[in-house]
């Protein structure tokens, strides 16, 4: 039971300007611009859009600043405005095959239609510290270097193979097994998780999952807890048109682009019963440059996938209550943080039922001495 | 459906596709941009805000693998609002975003699009300007990043 506190407004009044001041710090030192955090702290952005579950960059960049760069509160600040906000509707999927490439690597093919290009990522960085960065007025880098592209198409790396049968396929529409007997997508900001839960509630839960969270488990497959031999068949990142179908229009509207990342991630399957000897695939989407992120949720979206690919089970990371129920840092951090606040009245319950406790253990104590002295004598 | 309809679709269609890649780019533009388009025409037309600009949200979706099954990847903010001109065309705009002043400048300019007598200099003046831009920004990051494409290639390591 928790019993309501009151007071302490003139407290937290006083705290909360202070907590502005703090965030300001040395008033001497120019304030950050949204701008700024946009264009230079871009992958604090993209985190906070993609576990925020919200795609506007300026927001998140304002709810970095609010947090004082406390990311996981920033996204806390992005869930709580999204419900001011009206639901105009779902977009069409997302056709990742259609994307604007700034970066496509495969660690399964390496010629594969279309090429495998770099783009900007810390891969074969030395990560040796840049005081070149440090200097007063920064470093002001050099052009990047310009090459004619490629006119071939890029496939998915997934959809290459898939003509081979060595690969599972995509299944575009539902399947007893795949979907709800409605073959309505399901939406965890409508309806509360249940279990068990199929793709689509996985998928969208893994997307808005904690990076860290993810990571540890996706590691811990590797590790040997739930292995499922992966490879990174393919990472993209880049921009996506989305879609939106307008009903007093009539077609889908085009909105303007959304940058993503997708991990294919492609693991040994034995076969069984059912399925012959073949590739089987996890799947990974997320908002922004999230590469680490995106490849967690593939390698973790795999190891969910094993009750229906007839796996053992058994590791934390195939676990889908375990996992979809503590993956969500909003939810984490407002249980966890929800200690600090004031449990005066249910610490004073327990207070004395210990000293009660305390009381009857010492009673029994004295009167066990007591007859061990009586039988002794 | 009568047949009267379905001879109707194909043209529609095609005029539907030309009008969404219109709306592609005004979705895609700055305010700015679009602001000094506006004042820039020679005839600017009175105009009716039917829906005033209102911002909300989108629920994007992705698809399992790709090119599977869809699934709730996460919203986005859309400002979207509808106008009618004096000449009779409704205009609506779409875009990503919470601004306000470019949902209005858009829905103006899609209404100006579908009307005879404005497509032609709009066309001119923003239309085409825009879609070369735009496909000038695509080409520049194409470009830079098939700089970094990579040959890389595989060696025998040690005696077999």
């Known amino acids: 039971m928790y019993v309501a506190v009151k007071g302490g407004e003139k407290a937290i009044r006083n705290a909360h300007r202070l907590l502005a001041h703090e965030r300001r710090g040395d008033r001497t030192v120019p304030d950050l611009t949204l701008r700024q955090i946009v264009e230079q702290m871009a992958l604090s952005v993209a985190r906070v859009m993609a576990e925020g579950s919200l795609y506007d960059m300026e927001l998140a960049a304002l709810a970095i600043k609010q947090a004082r760069g406390d990311l996981i509160e920033a996204i806390f600040l992005m869930r709580a405005y999204r419900t001011t906000l009206p639901r105009f509707g779902y977009s069409e999927p997302l056709e990742t095959a259609k994307m604007l490439v700034r970066r496509r690597i495969s660690a399964t093919y390496k010629d594969l239609p279309g090429g495998q290009l770099l783009g900007p990522t810390f891969d074969y960085t030395h990560r040796l510290l840049d005081f070149k960065l440090a200097a007063e007025g920064g470093e002001v880098p050099e052009m990047p270097e310009l090459a004619q592209p490629d006119p071939q198409e890029m496939p998915r790396v997934t959809d290459l193979l898939g003509h081979e049968g060595l690969i599972e396929p995509d299944v575009p529409e539902h399947t007893p097994e795949s979907a709800d007997e409605d073959g309505e997508v399901g939406d965890l900001t409508r309806e509360p998780l249940s279990f068990p839960a199929e793709r689509d509630i996985r998928l969208q839960n893994l997307a808005r999952g904690d990076e860290g969270f993810l990571l540890a488990l996706g590691y811990s497959t590797q590790r040997g807890f739930g292995r499922t031999h992966p490879f990174a068949g393919e990472i993209r990142i880049g921009e996506v048109e989305v879609e939106f179908f307008a009903e007093e229009l009539g077609f889908a509207v085009p909105l303007g682009r959304v940058s993503v990342t997708e991990c294919q991630m492609i693991n040994q399957f034995q076969g069984s019963a059912k399925a012959p000897p073949q590739f089987s695939r996890g799947y990974g989407l997320v908002f922004g440059q999230g590469e680490r992120k995106a490849m967690s949720m593939a390698l973790v979206d795999r190891a969910l996938r094993s009750r229906e690919l007839g796996e053992e089970q058994g590791a934390p990371a195939q676990d889908e209550e375990f996992v979809l129920s503590h993956s969500d840092n909003v939810q984490a951090t407002g249980f966890v943080e929800h200690l600090k606040l004031p449990h005066y009245v249910d610490f004073q319950a327990e207070l004395v039922l210990v000293r009660q406790m305390r009381r009857e253990w010492e009673e029994r104590n004295r009167q066990d001495k007591a007859d061990a002295q009586e039988a002794a004598e | ?160």
């Open chain 2, 1 to 160: 459906m009568s047949e009267a309809q379905d001879d109707d679709a194909a043209p529609r269609e095609a005029g539907d596709a030309r009008r969404k890649n219109v709306m592609a780019l005004l979705a895609r533009s700055d305010t700015g941009r679009l602001a000094a388009a506006w004042e820039a025409l020679t005839n600017k037309p009175g105009y009716r805000t039917v829906r005033a600009p209102e911002t909300g949200l989108v629920m994007v979706r992705g698809r399992a693998g790709g090119g599977g099954r869809p699934f709730n990847l996460g919203e986005a903010t859309v400002t979207r609002a509808v106008v009618t001109i004096e000449t009779g065309e409704t205009g609506y705009s779409y875009a990503l975003g919470r601004d306000r002043k470019k949902a209005l400048y858009a829905a103006l300019f899609d209404a100006l699009w579908q009307a005879p007598r404005h497509r032609g200099e709009l066309e001119r003046s923003l239309i085409g300007p825009l879609a070369r831009d735009l496909e000038g920004a695509d080409a520049r990051s194409r470009a830079e990043t098939a700089a970094t494409k990579v040959d890389f290639f595989t060696m025998v390591r040690g005696e077999d």
